[in-house]
């Protein structure tokens, strides 16, 4: 599985983005996909999750209610909507995807694939 990130940029504080993270190569409803982030001098953290069979959605809390994810099984894309955006919310934004569900989907070492970064840029 390959994947290719996109959509990030700069925008100011309250404004909104949205992420698209395309996946080539095998892909079935069992995929789990998640999005992370990165700031400078910070750990990767998780930012939310969904299965391609779209059973269920996961957030982090510093998050909850402004971003949302989806996704679009005909063109393999998974979307990161974000609402509401914040100076925190500056990093590097990483689309990530593991074969089944696991409970530890906001630990980024069960995720066996990765995409590039799309830099995402909030000024206050």
């Known amino acids: 599985v390959q994947l290719q990130a996109s959509g990030g940029g700069l925008v100011q504080a309250g404004g909104s983005l949205r992420l698209s993270c395309v996946a080539s190569g095998r892909t079935d409803s069992s995929y789990f996909m998640g999005w992370f982030r990165q700031a400078p001098g910070k750990e990767r953290e998780f930012v939310a999750a969904?299965?391609?069979?779209?059973?269920?959605?996961y957030y982090a809390d510093s998050v909850k209610g402004r971003f949302s994810v989806s996704r679009d099984i005909a063109k393999k894309t998974v979307y990161l909507q974000m609402n509401s955006l914040k100076p925190e919310d500056t990093a590097l934004y990483y689309c990530?995807?593991?074969?089944?569900?696991?409970?530890?989907?906001?630990?980024?070492?069960?995720?066996?694939?990765w995409g590039q970064g799309t830099q995402v840029t909030v000024s206050s």
């Open positions: 990530a995807a593991r074969y089944g569900y696991s409970g530890n989907y906001y630990y980024t070492n069960v995720y066996n694939y």
């Open positions: 969904l299965t391609w069979s779209f059973s269920g959605t």
